[in-house]
């Protein structure tokens, strides 16, 4: 078996990178964090997540993330999935954040997608069926 334990994120604010995630994920909390170099750049990191998975964040990030539209070789976006999408979209309306756009209409899934704080593009998607083969069909 393998699974993601972690994704590591350069920003530059890390605490507003911290709202964001405290939205999605209430049940996760800081497991570690300090202060170290890069390169030659001093930078503050933190880990936030639960004992299994969590989000690394470091902020000697400079200049904007690549744009979401256009074709640049990058990170397009990551994914997770909830068992209760209107809850996540709630906590992150309360916490100031609206939704950039729906998924695809399709019957069998319901998906939305954010931009956090360093313009990561965020997918949270809730299954309707536990059937695999039919979570992924196109209407």
Not at 122 to 134: G, K
Request: glycine content about 8%; aromatic content about 12%.
């Amino acid at each position: 078996m393998i699974q993601l334990e972690h994704i590591n994120l350069v920003v530059s604010d890390i605490p507003a990178m911290l709202n964001f995630y405290q939205a999605v994920f209430p049940h996760w909390a800081v497991r570690d964090q300090g202060q170290g170099e890069w390169h030659g750049k001093a930078r503050n990191w933190l880990h936030f997540g639960d004992q299994y998975q969590y989000i690394a964040m470091s902020d000697h990030g400079e200049g904007n993330n690549r744009q979401l539209e256009g074709h640049q070789v990058g990170f397009a976006h990551f994914a997770y999935v909830t068992s209760d999408i209107e809850g996540v979209i709630k906590r992150l309306a309360i916490s100031g954040f609206v939704a950039a756009k729906d998924g695809a209409e399709e019957p069998h899934r319901r998906n939305v997608y954010f931009v956090d704080p360093a313009g990561f593009e965020v997918e949270f998607v809730q299954y309707l069926s536990d059937d695999p083969a039919l979570r992924n069909l196109s209407s």
